[in-house]
């Protein structure tokens, strides 16, 4: 049994609710810049349980590994440390590694594919920039290769075939590289209960109702104190990307994410009146003062985060990782009674929807068309694909580390030496099994902190409300699960929506003189002169040619 690892925040991207990522991004925020190699890599334990012998002819490979800049110096680099040691020293090959800036691994990619000198192995969170390597024939099929060079990763499609159909290409062939992962809720919105227990107010079960809450939220002093202080609901980052998903509606207001299209009739449409309530409502709750009016500037929501675990804000949408279990405990400090719920997203004239999910099935990477040894760069794939070495980087060295607890679940023995020795390698778990199990997630954590329980109960609380086909997510299918579009109609689709962004929130900020039927009008013919029309036909092309063997919404529900 083991504790899984998971990715650190993607924005725009997506946020993930196991143990090991809660630990990871509270270790993100204390851990200092890298330095120095002075670490030694693990004993040979895990390559025991592995039982993996190193090949006759060892191979040589390079692979590319997130830098977050949370290396302590005493451990070394990201590209030189005790794990990055014992992947080499255990695994098939020898591996040199390529250090990519979290935040700006597009550009790093762009530059390294540009000179040549991209890794062999490309591990990626972001599947429309791994398709944008697929039409520019950066990226090897993996078929043949799989059926003759792999073991564990191939036992993984035998035992998780919708992989092969979320990896897979016109051409009928695979291209990237996944992994299995719960489809716990990704987003919530939280709701100050104390507040409504206050202030007499019911939980709100409509759009309208959620207003009321707001208003009075900002106008009651719901805090007490005597002064209008208080925010009613936030608008900044995951908040907004909510209230967007509230009115079924994909086009988020931050980073790539834009998923406009939804079927009317069976035939796939660009959404424009979704769009134009959802940006009325935030419209509406800004005009009225009801969210921080410099909102627009809280680009990656830290603001409100602030505001958040100060006490000043009744409504707002948050996820569940290590950054929100910290944020509830430090709320709880400085306002003890606080309480916070979790609620279904309000209805609307549209349904009702629910926020985002995590991906059942999550594409992590690929390999390089120019590879000089696919061979070796596959073994090393099976090798960081085993539940050993997953369980190693996920938790550390057992003894050092953690202790088998009597469930058989691994407990934490010291979590600073957890957070200085193992969190900042978390991101060579890519390849790792994320199905869900029986020790994985907030809510099975052992010995829990009382936040750490307080915030299981209310993942419990989410699951019921938000994975259900009936209050689905908006759209067709997720982003990753569209077709990648050629790169005339990328660059088309990429511009375009860079405009209307900024429309957009011109429109929320700007009162009588810019409505939101300018913006609709406005943004409709920056959408056609662009070219967006053309789009818009594609992905409908591509639904009506392969509906019934896409993975679209629906599926996503099925998926276990």
């Known amino acids: 049994m083991k504790i899984k690892s998971g990715l650190i925040g993607k924005m725009a991207g997506r946020m993930n609710t196991r143990l090991a990522l809660t630990v990871a ?197 719901p805090d007490g104190n005597g002064k209008k202080d208080t925010q009613g609901i936030g608008l900044s980052f995951v908040s907004g990307i909510v209230l967007n998903f509230m009115f079924g509606n994909g086009f988020t207001l931050n980073g790539t994410g834009q998923n406009p299209w939804v079927l009317n009739n069976g035939k796939v449409v660009h959404d424009w009146d979704r769009l134009k309530a959802a940006l009325s409502y935030q419209k509406r709750i800004y005009d009225a003062g009801y969210t921080d009016k410099d909102f627009v500037s809280d680009k990656n929501g830290q603001k409100l985060f602030q505001d958040w675990i100060n006490g000043k804000v009744g409504i707002r949408g948050g996820t569940i990782g290590g950054t929100d279990v910290k944020a509830y405990e430090t709320l709880k400090k400085n306002v003890p009674d606080a309480e916070v719920i979790v609620i279904p997203l309000p209805k609307t004239e549209f349904g009702q929807f629910s926020p985002m999910l995590n991906t059942p099935i999550q594409i992590t990477g690929g390999i390089n068309a120019a590879a000089k040894d696919p061979v070796a760069v596959m073994k090393t794939i099976d090798f960081m694909s085993t539940e050993a070495f997953e369980t190693m980087i996920a938790n550390g060295t057992e003894g050092v580390h953690y202790n088998k607890a009597a469930n058989g679940c691994p407990e934490q023995i010291d979590y600073d030496k957890f957070r200085k020795e193992v969190s900042y390698a978390l991101d060579m778990n890519m390849l790792a099994n994320f199905a869900p199990d029986n020790c994985s997630g907030l809510d099975k954590k052992l010995n829990p902190t009382p936040a750490e329980k307080d915030m299981g109960e209310i993942l419990k609380k989410a699951r019921e409300i938000y994975v259900n086909p009936q209050t689905p997510m908006p759209g067709i299918t997720v982003k990753e699960f569209l077709p990648v579009l050629p790169q005339d109609l990328e660059q088309i689709n990429s511009n375009a929506n860079k405009t209307i962004l900024d429309l957009a929130n011109k429109m929320i900020v700007s009162g009588s003189a810019y409505t939101a039927d300018q913006f609709i009008q406005e943004s409709k013919a920056v959408w056609e002169k662009a070219g967006g029309a053309k789009v818009d036909e594609f992905i409908d092309k591509w639904y009506q040619e392969n509906k019934d063997k896409a993975i679209l919404m629906k599926d996503l529900y099925e998926q276990k």
Do not use: H
């Open 25 to 221: 991004v509270l270790a993100t925020s204390a851990l200092a810049a890298a330095g120095c190699s002075g670490s030694q890599a693990p004993s040979g334990q895990a390559g025991e349980k592995e039982g993996t012998a190193a090949p006759e002819k060892r191979g040589s490979i390079s692979m590319s590994i997130y830098d977050r800049g949370n290396v302590p110096a005493e451990e070394g680099t990201i590209d030189n440390n005790r794990w990055t040691q014992y992947l080499t020293e255990k695994g098939p090959a020898n591996i040199k590694y390529v250090p990519i800036p979290r935040f700006e691994s597009l550009q790093k990619f762009n530059v390294l594919f540009a000179s040549g000198s991209a890794p062999d192995l490309i591990l990626e969170f972001d599947r429309s920039y791994l398709g944008q390597l697929y039409t520019q024939k950066q990226l090897m099929p993996l078929d043949d290769l799989i059926a003759k060079s792999s073991t564990e990763y191939k036992k993984r499609l035998e035992q998780y075939p919708a992989i092969k159909k979320a990896t897979s290409m016109p051409d009928g062939k695979m291209y990237f590289l996944a992994r299995p992962y719960n489809n716990d809720p990704q987003q919530f919105l939280y709701v100050r209960a104390d507040w409504l227990k206050k202030l007499n107010l019911p939980v709100p079960t409509t759009a309208e109702e959620m207003l009321a809450v707001g208003k009075a939220f900002t106008e009651q002093d």
